[in-house]
C-alpha cells in the first residue's frame, strides 16, 4: 500500500478518534453506557450518583487500597465531585482553580488558577462543587459571578464572562457544578443570604451568550409574584446553588430553589413566597417554567430545597411512573411524578417538630407557634436540616434511596429585626446550638446520641419507609455514591471513608483519611480497573482493588 | 496603662438601665464564653476587673441601649485601653445578652471569703488537689484551674462546689470502657468517633480503645467530683471560692 493510498484513511482514523474524544450531549445523555466515566456531577442526568460498574463487590470491596492522593494547594473544604473523561479527571481545587489529571495516578496535567474578585462574599465558604463538559470544553461557574469554559486539553480560556447582574460585592455567587443540556450550559446563583434576587440561566456552550434565564422570584405582573407581601420579592433570595437534573422525554430541567430572605424572619415577606424552597421544571430550551412543588412555603427554618433532584422510572402502584425523589432539608421524604409534579409521597425521614403532616397536596400542615422568637424556638429538624446539599443517591437495584441525614437534630430559632444593605447578610435573626459547646466545628468530637449524630439513612423508595441506618458518632457533610454491585459508598465528618453492603447497611470496607468529607463520593475506571475517588480535607483520594 | 484603665473607667456611670428584653439562654451561654475569652482578661469573669468599671451592674457611661454597647464592643473607645473588637454583631449582641444577665444575677457568694483559708482547704480537708491542677501542680484528671478565676463568676464556682452535676462541659464529660477481659476504664472523654474512643484515664494515660474490642462503653452521666453540701461548711465554702477567684493565671500584657 502506498503512502498516498495510506493517507486517507489515516485522516478518517484520527477524525474517528477526534470524534470519540468529543463529549458529545449524546454521551452524557447515555452515560450508563460508558460507566467507566463520569460525565456530570452526579454522573447522569438522572442525578442518581450510581455507577454501573461492578468490578468491585460487597466480597472484595474489603481489598480496596490506596492508588493516590491529590493535596489541593486549598484550606477550604473540598466540595467538588470530579469528572472522568477516558481517563482524564477534571477537579476543582478552592476555591476556583481547574485541574486535570492522569485518573490512574494523580499525576496533574495541567492547572488553571482563576483568582477570584475580593470582592466575593459567598455566605459558607469560598467553595465550588465541580466542572461540566461538553465537546472538548470544560465549563466552570465561579463564587466572583463568572461563568467560563476552558480547553478541556490545555486548560486554556475559551471564553470567560461576567454573568449579567451577577455581582460578587452584592453577594452573587456561583458554588455549583454547571449542567449541560444539549449545546446549553445552566447555572443558578447562590447569595440566600444577602437578599439577592435568585435565578437560573442558560448560556450557549460556544459562546457564552446567555440564552434564557428563570428568577427565582417572579416579577411584577408574573405569577407568583402575590406571594411576596410588597417589594420584598426585590431582595426575596431563593438561591440556587446544587446542580439540576435532565429529562430527556418531556425536554424539562429541574432545579431546587434555595431559602427566602430574610431568612429567619418572614415578617417583611408575607405569602407562600414562591418559588423559594421549591423545585421547579423548566422547559431546557426556553427556561419556561412548566411546573413547580414548593416543599416549605413561607420558610424561616433556612430550609433551602437545594438538593439534587434524583429521577427515576420505577413501578408505582403497579403502574410504571416516571418520578423523583427528594429527601429536604424540611425533614420529609417526597415523592413527585416528574412530568407534572404531582405529589405522590411524603413521609418524614427524621422527626419534625414544625409541622404535623403533609396534607393532599403535599403541603405542611403547620404546628401554631413553632416558628422564631425573639427568645427562641427549639425546631428540629435544626437549621442544617434533616439533610442539606449532601449528594444522595438512588440505587435501581435495591430500590432504595438513600441519604445522608442528621438525626435527633435540632436548633434554637432566634428572631430578630433585619435591614438590607446591599452586600451584608439579611438574615433576621440567628439558630443557635442548642448543645453548647458540642457543635462548634470542633476537631474533637463529645456529642452524645441524643444530641445529634449523623446517619445514612436507607428507605424503600415507594414507601418511604427507613430500611436500615448506619449511624456515625458524628454528623455528615458526605454525599452517597452507590454502585450496580451494591456497595454504598459515602463518608463523614469523623474522617473515614466507608463501604456499606447497600441492601443491609453493613459496614464492609473503612478508611480514615483525616479530614471532613464534604462531597459526593465516584467511581470510574481506567485499563479496566474501577477506581472510587473521593474528597476528605483538602485532599481528593483515589482507591482501586489490590492486584 | 493606668491613664488609660482611668479613662476606660470613666465610660460607666451610675443609673441601672433595665434589659431591653428578654434574651434566649443560648445567647447568654454563648456571650459568656465569647466575654470570658475576649474581655475577661481585662475585666474579669465578673467585669469589675477593671478599677471604677463595673460591667456587671447593668451600669455604663457611654451607652444605654443593646446598639450602643455592640458598638462599643466592636469598634472600642479611641484613646482608651478599649480596643476594637474582631467579633460579628451576632456574637457582640451576645455578649450584651451575657451582661445583661449577670447584672439580674446574685454577684457572689453569701458570705465573704478568705482566699488563705481557701487554699488550706482545697488543699487538705477537701482533698482538691487529688485531682485539680493549679499553676504545674496536681493531677491533670480533672480541669486544670490555675485560670479558673478569670473563666468562672464566684457564684458558679459555688454551684460547682455544691453541686458539680448540675453543668458538665461537654470537653469535661466522662467516659467509661469495659474490655473484653473485664478491665474497666474511665476517664475524661478526649474524642470518639463510630470505631474507637480517646480517653484520659485515673493514671493520667492517654488511652485509644477500638470499639470491637471493647465489651461494652457509655458516657458516665455523673460528674466524678464529690458535691462537698454538707461536707464543708458554708464559711469554708465562701473560702474555697475566695481562693479559686483567686486563680487568675498569667495576667496577659
Known amino acids: ?547 | 496603662m493606668r491613664a488609660l484603665i482611668v479613662a476606660l473607667a470613666l465610660l460607666f456611670v451610675p443609673g441601672t438601665l433595665p434589659a431591653q428584653h428578654e434574651y434566649p439562654a443560648t445567647d447568654v451561654e454563648n456571650g459568656g464564653r465569647l466575654f470570658l475569652s475576649t474581655c475577661a482578661a481585662c475585666h474579669g469573669p465578673d467585669g469589675d476587673g477593671v478599677a471604677g468599671v463595673d460591667l456587671g451592674r447593668g451600669q455604663f457611661r457611654r451607652a444605654s441601649t443593646d446598639e450602643e454597647l455592640v458598638a462599643i464592643i466592636m469598634k472600642g473607645i479611641p484613646n482608651t485601653a478599649m480596643p476594637p473588637n474582631n467579633v460579628s454583631p451576632v456574637n457582640a449582641g451576645n455578649i450584651v445578652a451575657y451582661l445583661r444577665s449577670i447584672a439580674a444575677e446574685k454577684r457572689s457568694t453569701s458570705v465573704a471569703g478568705d482566699a488563705g483559708r481557701g487554699k488550706a482547704i482545697f488543699d487538705g480537708k477537701g482533698s482538691c488537689g487529688s485531682c485539680h491542677r493549679v499553676a504545674g501542680i496536681g493531677p491533670r484528671t480533672g480541669p486544670d484551674l490555675t485560670t479558673i478565676g478569670g473563666q468562672r463568676r464566684a457564684v458558679e464556682l459555688e454551684r460547682s462546689i455544691l453541686d458539680p452535676g448540675a453543668v458538665v462541659l461537654p470537653n469535661h464529660r466522662s467516659f467509661r470502657v469495659v474490655t473484653r477481659d473485664g478491665a474497666t476504664t474511665t476517664g475524661q472523654l478526649l474524642n470518639h468517633d463510630l470505631f474507637s474512643v480517646q480517653l484520659l484515664d485515673a493514671k493520667e494515660r492517654l488511652m485509644s480503645f477500638q470499639k470491637s474490642e471493647l465489651r461494652e462503653y457509655a458516657f458516665v452521666d455523673t460528674s466524678p467530683m464529690p458535691s462537698y453540701k454538707g461536707k464543708l461548711s458554708a464559711e469554708e465554702v465562701a473560702d474555697l471560692v475566695s481562693y479559686l477567684v483567686s486563680l487568675k493565671g498569667q495576667v496577659k500584657p
Not at chain 1, 474489603?62 to 493516590?68: A, K
Open chain 1, 1 to 547: 500500500m502506498t503512502a498516498r493510498r495510506l493517507l486517507p484513511l489515516f485522516v478518517v482514523v484520527c477524525a474517528a478518534a477526534s470524534l470519540r474524544a468529543q463529549v458529545t450531549f449524546d454521551r452524557i445523555l447515555r452515560a450508563d453506557q460508558e460507566p467507566h466515566n463520569w460525565l456530570s456531577y452526579s454522573g447522569s442526568v438522572h442525578s442518581q450518583r450510581h455507577s454501573r460498574l461492578t468490578q468491585i463487590t460487597p466480597q472484595n470491596v474489603g481489598n480496596l487500597e490506596l492508588q493516590w492522593v491529590f493535596q489541593s494547594r486549598s484550606l477550604e473544604k473540598y466540595e467538588a465531585t470530579s469528572l472522568v473523561v477516558d481517563g482524564v479527571l477534571y477537579t476543582v481545587q478552592a476555591p476556583n482553580d481547574v485541574v486535570a489529571m492522569d485518573a490512574a495516578t494523580g499525576r496533574v496535567f495541567w492547572t488553571y488558577a482563576h483568582n477570584p474578585s475580593p470582592q466575593s462574599r459567598p455566605c459558607c465558604g469560598r467553595v465550588n462543587r465541580g466542572l461540566a463538559i461538553l465537546g472538548e470544553s470544560l465549563f466552570m461557574a465561579t463564587i466572583d459571578g463568572r461563568l467560563m469554559a476552558l480547553d478541556a486539553k490545555n486548560g486554556q480560556p475559551l471564553w470567560n464572562i461576567a454573568v449579567d447582574g451577577a455581582r460578587p460585592e452584592a453577594g452573587y455567587a456561583f458554588t455549583l457544578a454547571p449542567l449541560v443540556v444539549k449545546d446549553k450550559v445552566i447555572i443558578g446563583t447562590a447569595g440566600g443570604e444577602y437578599g439577592i434576587r435568585g435565578f437560573i440561566a442558560a448560556f450557549d456552550a460556544r459562546s457564552g451568550k446567555e440564552a434564557w434565564r428563570f428568577y427565582t422570584i417572579p416579577g411584577q405582573g408574573e405569577p407568583g409574584n402575590e406571594t411576596w407581601a410588597g417589594d420584598s420579592w426585590k431582595i426575596g433570595g431563593a438561591s440556587v446553588w446544587i446542580t439540576g437534573s435532565f429529562d430527556p422525554e418531556s425536554n424539562l430541567t429541574y432545579w431546587g430553589i434555595g431559602n427566602p430572605g430574610p431568612d429567619w424572619n418572614g415578617d417583611s415577606r408575607g405569602g407562600d413566597n414562591l418559588y423559594s424552597n421549591s423545585v421547579v421544571a423548566l422547559d431546557a430550551d426556553t427556561g419556561k417554567l412548566k411546573w413547580h412543588f414548593q416543599f416549605s412555603p413561607h420558610d424561616e427554618f433556612d430550609f433551602d430545597a437545594v438538593q439534587v433532584p434524583v429521577l427515576a422510572d420505577v413501578m408505582w402502584t403497579g403502574f410504571p411512573r416516571k418520578v423523583m425523589m427528594w429527601a429536604n432539608r424540611n425533614g420529609y421524604f417526597y415523592v413527585l411524578d416528574r412530568t407534572t409534579g404531582e405529589f405522590l409521597l411524603g413521609k418524614p425521614f427524621v422527626e419534625v417538630n414544625w409541622a404535623s403532616r403533609l396534607d393532599e397536596k403535599g403541603r405542611p400542615v403547620r404546628v401554631p407557634g413553632m416558628v422564631p422568637s425573639r427568645e427562641g424556638t427549639v425546631i428540629t429538624p435544626g437549621n442544617q436540616g434533616g439533610t442539606n446539599w449532601y449528594s444522595p443517591s438512588f440505587s435501581p437495584e435495591t430500590g432504595f434511596f438513600y441519604i445522608p441525614s442528621w438525626v435527633n437534630y435540632t436548633s434554637q430559632y432566634v428572631k430578630q429585626d433585619a435591614e438590607y444593605v446591599e452586600g451584608r447578610v439579611y438574615g433576621g435573626g440567628a439558630p443557635r446550638t442548642t448543645v453548647p459547646g458540642v457543635r462548634a466545628g470542633q476537631l474533637l468530637n463529645f456529642a452524645k446520641e441524643d444530641e445529634g449524630y449523623g446517619a445514612v439513612r436507607a428507605l424503600d423508595a415507594r414507601t418511604g419507609e427507613l430500611k436500615w441506618e448506619f449511624k456515625m458518632t458524628d454528623f455528615t457533610d458526605a454525599g452517597v455514591l452507590t454502585t450496580a454491585s451494591n456497595v454504598l459508598f459515602s463518608g463523614g465528618r469523623e474522617g473515614y471513608f466507608y463501604a456499606l453492603d447497600a441492601r443491609t447497611g453493613a459496614l464492609l470496607w473503612k478508611a480514615a483519611l483525616g479530614g471532613r468529607v464534604v462531597s459526593g463520593p465516584m467511581s470510574y475506571s481506567v485499563g479496566g480497573r474501577q477506581y472510587v475517588a473521593v474528597a476528605a480535607g483538602n485532599a481528593l483520594f483515589s482507591f482501586a482493588l489490590r492486584q
